[in-house]
């Protein structure tokens, strides 16, 4: 606990809303909207969760991250995906063997990314990212006016032109 002037600031055993409870390196460039962050995990319990600093000052629309001790697929969230209709669920992509799935055992925690942190769980073993004793790295994008966009689009195969998707550039 820290106190100032009789007053606590800090309770040791409560972890500040969209502050990080793993500890990670970043290398953020917040004008281009891309972050790398490394981490190893630190836990055994299969329920585990917590969250990691990406450092873009907006919320990423695309995290791809990997485990890096395994030969295991990447894990992918973008903020359009849709895998079922389950709002607390949506969003939390993950690729495997060319599947998906949604869920707390899914690496993202069913939580979306704040503007500050994004959230990751254990899992099983092939699926979780903060298994103890392995190393993992993600790649944050968060879009950046005039500069970059994450989108998603329906295709139309019937038309030989495609959709059009404007992405707000000149």
């Not at 917040?30 to 450092?55: D, E, F, Q, Y």
């Not at 990314?113 to 769980?121: A, E, K, L, R």
Request: charged residues 10%; hydrophobic residues 30%; aromatic residues 10%.
């Amino acid at each position: 606990n820290i106190e100032v002037d009789g007053k606590l600031l800090v309770n040791s055993g409560v972890t500040p809303p969209n502050f990080p409870s793993l500890a990670s390196t970043t290398r953020a460039n917040s004008s281009a909207g891309c972050s790398i962050v490394k981490w190893t995990g630190n836990s055994t319990s299969s329920s585990a969760s917590g969250t990691l600093g990406h450092g873009l000052n907006a919320a990423p629309h695309l995290i791809i991250a990997k485990n890096l001790d395994a030969s295991v697929h990447w894990r992918i969230y973008h903020k359009d995906n849709i895998q079922n209709s389950c709002p607390a669920e949506q969003n939390m992509l993950y690729f495997d063997n060319g599947g998906g799935g949604t869920g707390n055992s899914y690496p993202w925690n069913s939580t979306a990314p704040t503007s500050s942190v994004f959230s990751v769980s254990r899992g099983s073993d092939s699926v979780g990212m903060i298994q103890s004793g392995v190393d993992y790295i993600a790649y944050c994008f968060a879009p950046v006016d005039g500069y970059s966009a994450f989108g998603s689009y329906v295709g139309n195969l019937s038309n030989t032109d495609g959709p059009f998707v404007p992405l707000g550039f000149r």
